[in-house]
């Protein structure tokens, strides 16, 4: 639950409620639910004092637990994000028991207790946030519409749209770290080589020339069933952690391979059981991890990167994994590289990489990526150039404008939010140089109800998913 400085409950989770009961409304205060033998809540929520606390539960019946106290600050905004951890009584003896060391909390229930209320935080701030994000995108595109293209005030006008759309940017990251499906629709069986392979490929582009990318990849590996669009997100955020660690040139080494334990395995952050699993390691000689960070790695919004990353990344990565059933290992030194390792529940049936049909992939058409993003538009060159296809890529707006004033193009990818001219604007002005162009949008936000499905291409995106998306529109525009 999130709290102020005065105990006063901003925010409650269901866990919360069904064990402190109405004490736990927002609105009321912890004091309710603590006892005498409690330090004043002042003095927890500054850490002056121990965290273990006995507490009231509904029903009037009192339990000691562990409370972990998480500082959330805003500008001079301060509140607290807390989480109770309940301690089980030990089993009554007729000796006097001696003094008891401090419990031990399971690492894998700490992590998972305080990525679920920072889920719930994130949820409704996104929520929230999206809210008064559609207000001000609105107002501000009617004024825009309804406005002169010489009034003095679109400019600012424009710059209002800009900011409000990077913000739903920040929300849109927010509700997807909240959405952590457990039952996640669309997990089949696969095999996790080709995701790899595809990710890798995205990270050899020009500007990471100075690091060399070794795989290792086990070849008779076993299929598990996975959402490829999350795994996908994970293992490019540790990449990308991979890869922002190296200051020169250096290595990141990725491996897959069988894994088979035939008792629990047992780490600071992995607790599996007994069984058949994938192990995917992802090892980097770049600068490592202080000793000071790395236990808090995988704290939502914790980071050592300074302004501009919001610390999702990691956090990130063990709810996508975890709620896949397995687990995420660090290991790191100063100096001498960082090693990650998942864990994912497997079967031991060998799912052989799908080799496809190349001829139905591949085209000679000229296709126009249009993104801020230069590593989505490497990508997007490499996988469609290797098909046949003549890639043109622009970063914007007006570039992509100039590409078609002098160059016959037969399909436009465009991303919906980018600096300076959107993606909506840019279709509006395609209409008109180019009517017969096939466009498709793109973008990380759920689908525009009034966007077709075969015109839209969703974020996350794999070289399989773009490779059918423009054979498809191609195709749809040369029946029509």
């Not at 946030?129 to 293209?149: M, W, Y």
């Not at 060399?212 to 490829?228: H, I, P, T, V």
């Not at 990725?254 to 699993?277: F, H, M, Q």
Request: glycine share 8%; net charge negative.
């Amino acid at each position: 639950m999130m709290v102020n400085p005065d105990g006063v409950i901003l925010r409650t989770n269901a866990a919360g409620l069904e064990l402190f009961g109405s004490a736990a409304n927002e609105g009321g205060n912890v004091a309710k639910f603590w006892t005498a033998k409690n330090p004043k809540v002042a003095e927890v929520l500054s850490g002056a004092v121990s965290n273990r606390l006995e507490l009231r539960l509904q029903g009037g019946i009192t339990a000691n637990f562990i409370i972990s106290v998480l500082p959330l600050v805003n500008g001079d905004v301060r509140n607290y994000l807390l989480q109770f951890f309940k301690l089980e009584p030990s089993p009554a003896t007729n000796s006097d028991p001696a003094p008891a060391a401090a419990p031990a909390i399971d690492a894998n229930v700490a992590h998972r207790q305080k990525l679920d209320c920072a889920m719930q935080l994130a949820r409704s701030v996104s929520l929230d946030f999206n809210n008064a994000l559609t207000s001000i995108l609105g107002h501000t595109s009617l004024l825009l519409s309804k406005s002169d293209p010489e009034h003095p005030w679109r400019n600012s006008l424009g710059e209002i749209e800009k900011s409000a759309e990077r913000a739903a940017e920040i929300a849109n990251d927010l509700a997807n770290f909240s959405r952590q499906d457990k039952e996640a629709p669309g997990r089949k069986a696969g095999n996790l080589n080709e995701l790899l392979r595809q990710i890798i490929d995205a990270f050899r582009t020009p500007e990471n020339s100075r690091i060399k990318f070794q795989l290792e990849l086990e070849r008779s590996l076993f299929g598990a069933k996975f959402d490829e669009a999350k795994l996908q997100q994970a293992f490019v955020r540790v990449i990308e952690n991979a890869v922002q660690s190296i200051t020169g040139e250096g290595v990141i080494a990725i491996r897959s391979n069988n894994c088979v334990l035939d008792e629990p395995l047992e780490e600071k952050t992995v607790r599996l059981a007994p069984g058949t699993y994938l192990c995917i390691q992802v090892t980097d000689t770049g600068c490592g991890i202080s000793p000071e960070a790395m236990p808090r790695i995988f704290e939502p919004f914790y980071t050592t990167k300074g302004q501009g990353h919001r610390g999702l990344g990691l956090a990130w990565v063990y709810g996508i994994v975890t709620n896949h059933g397995g687990g995420v290992s660090v290991s790191s030194k100063p100096g001498e590289g960082t090693t990650v390792q998942v864990y994912l529940p497997a079967t031991k049936r060998i799912v052989r990489e799908s080799a496809g049909n190349p001829d139905q992939m591949c085209g000679v058409e000229t296709v126009l990526v249009v993104d801020d993003e230069d590593l989505l538009l490497n990508m997007a060159q490499m996988v469609l150039s290797s098909f046949g296809y003549r890639a043109l890529t622009a970063n914007t707006g007006l570039q992509a404008l100039e590409i078609l004033e002098r160059e016959i193009v037969d399909l436009v990818i465009t991303d919906l939010v980018m600096p300076n001219m959107s993606g909506r604007e840019l279709i509006e002005r395609i209409r008109l140089i180019a009517p017969d162009v096939k466009i498709v949008c793109s973008s990380g936000y759920l689908r525009p109800q009034n966007q077709p499905e075969e015109s839209y291409l969703q974020k996350p995106f794999t070289a399989q998913d773009l490779l059918r998306k423009v054979r498809e529109s191609l195709t749809i525009e040369q029946s029509a």
